[in-house]
Nanobody, 115 residues
């Protein structure tokens, strides 16, 4: 059973930064890819960023140039560095991992951008 645990969310002012972490209960080398998604009330969960085992990354247009996804294989952890945060980045952020054919999700961490 794969478990993903997110941390690092919180309240930050517009223009500020946060780093989210997603710790996996197994080696992340096993996964085809990992990613971060976010969801606000009444809306569908949307992709924020993904990273493959070979290190290829992909970002939503809304976060390009502001967010960076990375991984630390030794710590079995994926990070999302979020800079220049905006109020519209407020959401619950979820980590996921693709181990075909299954997709695993973390429990989510709240990010609130407000003055």
């Amino acid at each position: 059973q794969v478990q993903l645990v997110e941390s690092g969310g919180g309240l930050v002012q517009p223009g500020g930064s946060l780093r989210l972490s997603c710790a996996a209960s197994t080696s992340i080398f096993r996964f085809n890819a990992m990613g971060w998604y976010r969801q606000t009330p009444g809306k569908q969960r949307e992709l924020v960023a993904t990273i493959t085992t070979s290190g290829n990354t992909n970002y939503a247009d809304s976060v390009k140039g502001r967010f960076t996804i990375s991984n630390d294989n030794a710590k079995n952890t994926v990070y999302l560095q979020m800079n220049s945060l905006k109020s519209e980045d407020t959401a619950v952020y979820y980590c996921n991992a693709l181990l075909m054919p299954r997709i695993y999700w973390g429990q989510g961490t709240q990010v609130t951008v407000s003055s």
